[in-house]
């Protein structure tokens, strides 16, 4: 959309609004009318101050995309979400013109909209002012200043004091698809009524009971939902999240997922007991490498497994193969159907790495689009659970993914295939392990893959400042707060012992906690009818008094350069003379991710010396431009492109991390994994058509882009 238009039609209704709302005194809602005329002359004050910055950012931020036909980077980005903002104020200035005389017209409601997106569009104002100072200390097309640490401070102290909550009521994924905002709501409401009730001791059903019946003020007041999800996301534990993001491996949860999904005809889980494996080095095989199991933390472990086909296929009803199942008895395979005929072994295996951050989840999670991509590739997948942070830290998951690799290399046979193009696929956490893999392999001299798709990988596990790190700020699925826990229990610097949560629908827990569970559904009734009972709830927009009269934590106050001084203790961001951002009443606790591990290079492949990437199969990223991790992908791509290395970057639009775990959600969801589908069907149809390299080749790079 053209900038120019955007900011002239933002103008209009400004002053339409305001002539409007400023006419003959016997118009009514008087009081109602003075908070939106205050409302649309404080946008208009920040669209007369934001053209100008968004004019500098379009005749730069050509310079920063990996190429002209791959237009995406944190710069472009901004200015979307920013115009994004401004559309909506528009949309709704002009039907509050076209309606204020209305019977029908909601006085109370329109006005806490457009006041939400006020103090919105005040945050974003404050957002593209950090990236400005990004900008003039990096060098051009530079997303990352890596030596900057003092940016990095500054950002996350901003981060850890600035308004947020605005982003997660009224406002909530206005910047994604439109059709994706009734799951946005419903995750957040999830994840805060979650959150009150997690403190709580009891069973997994009553905490999910309790739930569902304390959600409903979380459904009619905005505000209070926005306040609540921000104090969540600064301060509470890795447990909670590791808790919240398990509740997808439910039983009902994950059986609604299969029953929407491809049918397989295998699907079953398998433990690999820690043996010393041999395999052939790359560069002359008639001599083996030993690839040692994983031991790192606690010594010699196994490696769980599972294989999905949508078709039997030669040696995956083996005995062999059953042996290690950890079912007991064994699972019944398709082979026991008579009708069932098994089809030849496979020339492609594809070996993915969930994603979740390395704190949570297994392949269970991703099933859903597991069972497509059998199905659309006719490839055996085998999902890797490897083991998670912060009970194990880096390098076991690493250890334990190059293991799982090297133990399929040489029993591909049993997996339903011949093994001759291996395709590593995984997504965000995944993402990083599939190509820590490679650079494994590359190290160990044995076979590296023929490929590797990674969507949204995590890539760079630092908090340094980028422009696409900023949208951490409002990003409803991965706020600062949450990726700093999970990249210090990576690093191994939440030393903390974290117990897994209790599961949920376990007949055991029911039997325990029925009394338990009756009192918290009574208590919970209670609680929702107050909700809508209690006569001091106001509806009122964030800067009305309904968040301080409920004592929630995260109401917002305009901040001041003297307040902010004090907050940041040194190091402030200097904004525009007059103009501060909306400051929390509640502090965030962001801890710097100051660990050395995080600057490995098998932890951040970003940072890793050319001597490691230097071999890599062809690297194939999908990313998200709404995604706060879209400069690594990008300064990745970038730079493997300028060693030579074969890579593509796909960027699609309005969609958040984490999109391949929304697949079947909506339309777009669906056409971003059928572009990772198509990415991996490269990868496999290349055959022979071009040799291998070998070790220390390097390959010419190619560019394409969805």
């Known amino acids: ?374 199905k659309q590739l006719s490839v055996p997948i085998l999902s890797v659970d490897y083991s998670l942070s912060p009970e194990a830290p880096f390098p076991r998951a690493l250890e334990e993914c190059f293991y799982a690799y090297c133990w399929a290399l040489n029993n591909c046979h049993l997996l339903g295939s011949t093994a001759e193009r291996v395709c590593l696929a995984g997504d965000s956490a995944g993402g990083n392990l599939c190509i820590t893999v490679s650079m494994k392999a590359i190290s160990s001299g044995i076979r590296v893959p023929d490929g590797i798709m990674a969507a949204y990988p995590a890539i760079l596990l630092t908090t340094d400042a980028s422009p696409s790190r900023l949208l951490t700020l409002i990003d409803p699925l991965l706020p600062l707060g949450v990726l700093t826990k999970c990249i210090n229990a990576y690093a191994g610097a939440d030393s903390q012992t974290v117990q897994m949560a209790a599961g949920s629908g376990s007949l055991r827990a029911l039997g325990r906690d029925t009394a338990a569970l009756l009192s918290d559904l009574t208590q919970g009734a209670s609680n929702w009818i107050q909700s809508y009972l209690d006569p001091m709830r106001t509806t009122g927009g964030v800067r009305s008094l309904s968040l301080a009269q409920t004592g929630s934590a995260g109401g917002a106050t305009r901040g001041t350069p003297a307040s902010a001084s004090a907050t940041h203790c040194g190091g402030r961001v200097d904004y525009p003379e007059g103009f501060e951002p909306l400051r929390s009443e509640c502090l965030a606790f962001v ?27 062809p690297v194939h990223i999908v990313a998200s431009a709404l995604d706060a991790l879209l400069d690594d992908s990008v300064m990745f791509a970038k730079k493997l492109r300028d060693m030579g290395q074969p890579v593509s970057l796909t960027v699609v639009e309005d969609l958040p991390h984490g999109f391949l775990s929304l697949y079947q959600l909506v339309k777009e969801t669906e056409v971003a994994a059928d572009i990772c589908v198509e990415q991996m069907r490269i990868i496999f149809q290349r055959g022979n058509l071009r040799k291998r390299p070998k070790l220390g080749e390097t390959s010419p790079s190619g560019s394409q882009s969805g």
Not at 600 to 616: D, E, K, M, Q, Y
Request: with cysteine; net charge neutral.
């Open 1 to 374: 959309m053209d900038y120019k238009v955007v900011f002239a039609a933002l103008e209009t209704v400004c002053e339409d609004n305001i002539s409007i709302l400023c006419g003959p005194s016997d118009l009514p809602y008087g009081a109602v009318a003075r908070r939106l005329v205050t409302c649309m002359r404080e946008i208009q004050e920040h669209g007369r101050s934001l053209k100008p910055v968004i004019a500098s950012f379009t005749a730069v931020f050509h310079h920063y995309d990996f190429d002209a036909q791959t237009p995406g980077n944190g710069y472009r980005t901004l200015a979307k979400v920013l115009l994004s903002c401004l559309m909506h104020i528009i949309h709704k200035g002009r039907y509050i013109a076209s309606n204020y005389n209305s019977a029908f017209f909601r006085v109370d409601h329109n006005a806490s909209e457009m006041e939400a997106y006020c103090s919105a569009l005040c945050q974003l104002r404050a957002l593209l002012h950090l990236a400005e100072q990004l900008i003039n200390d990096n060098g051009c097309g530079e997303l990352y200043s890596m030596q900057d640490g003092d940016m990095s401070r500054r950002f996350v102290q901003e981060y850890s004091s600035m308004h947020k909550a605005c982003f997660y009521g009224r406002c909530l994924g206005f910047q994604f698809s439109p059709s994706l905002r009734p799951f946005l709501q419903t995750v957040v409401i999830s994840m805060v009524t979650y959150g009150e009730t997690y403190s709580k001791q009891q069973s997994g059903l009553g905490l999910a009971a309790l739930s569902l019946l304390t959600s409903g003020k979380y459904v009619i007041d905005p505000e209070l939902r926005g306040a609540e999800f921000e104090r969540i996301t600064q301060n509470l534990d890795m447990q909670f999240w590791k808790s919240f993001w398990n509740l997808t491996e439910s039983g009902l949860l994950s059986g609604f997922s299969r029953i929407a999904s491809y049918p397989v005809q295998v699907n079953f889980t398998l433990t690999v007991p820690p043996v010393t494996l041999h395999l052939p080095l790359a560069s002359d095989p008639s001599l083996t490498a030993t690839v040692s199991p994983p031991i790192a933390h606690w010594g010699p472990g196994p490696v769980h497994m599972r294989l999905i086909s949508c078709e039997l296929r030669e040696g995956q009803a083996s005995e062999e193969l059953l042996a290690y199942s950890r079912s007991d008895p064994p699972p019944i395979t398709a082979s026991h159907l008579p009708w069932v005929q098994t089809q030849p072994r496979s020339p492609w295996l594809l070996i993915h790495f969930h994603g979740g951050g390395f704190v949570a989840q297994t392949s269970r999670s991703h099933e859903n689009y597991l069972r497509t991509w059998s």
């Open 591 to 617: 801890r710097l991710t100051s660990c050395p591990v995080i600057r490995n290079p098998f932890v951040s492949p970003v940072l890793a010396p050319a001597s490691l990437l230097r071999g890599l199969p």
